[in-house]
């Protein structure tokens, strides 16, 4: 083979030896921090990551938010209504957070009966409601209903 054609042959084989390895990492490093978003209904069926964050969401029961009088601690309970969750979480929570209301808490799960969430986000206006949660809820309805 000629010199030259070695040389660039070489070349380019370690130009994409190291894009491979390059990709390979950020591949990994997508991996590593991607959250998944899990309902209540999911998390009864087992299907929640034990020890890793996610994302759980739903609707905040109605009536079920008890604020600390002596600190930021507020648990409530997040339901696709067909199952519950008792969420607990410590700082402050957004301006549109309420019952009733659409909610993603991100955070992990407490053995298998508690979610501990480290953010919580509310719904932006009256009509929105967040499409994983809606997917989420029709799902669950479907299961109850005995369909696929």
């Given amino acids: 083979m000629n010199p030259t054609r070695r040389r660039r042959l070489v070349a380019i084989s370690v130009g994409l030896l190291g894009l491979g390895i390059a990709s390979g990492f950020v591949i990994y490093a997508l991996r590593e921090n991607m959250q998944h978003f899990i309902s209540p209904s999911d998390i ?4 929640a990551p034990q020890g890793h964050r996610f994302r759980l969401g739903g609707v905040v029961l109605e009536g079920s938010v ?4 002596t600190s930021l601690d507020v648990d409530f309970v997040v339901t696709d209504r067909f199952k519950d969750i008792p969420v607990r979480y410590t700082g402050i929570l957004p301006d549109l957070f309420r019952e009733g209301q659409s909610v993603v808490a991100t955070g992990t799960l407490e053995g298998s009966t508690r979610f501990i969430a480290e953010e919580v986000l509310a719904k932006h206006d009256e009509n929105y409601m967040p499409t994983e949660v809606a997917d989420a809820i029709a799902k669950a309805k479907a299961q109850k209903d005995g369909q696929p």
Avoid at 44 to 47: E, P, R, V
Avoid at 66 to 69: G, I, N
């Fill in 66 to 69: 008890k604020r600390s009088a």
């Fill in 44 to 47: 009864a069926l087992g299907k």
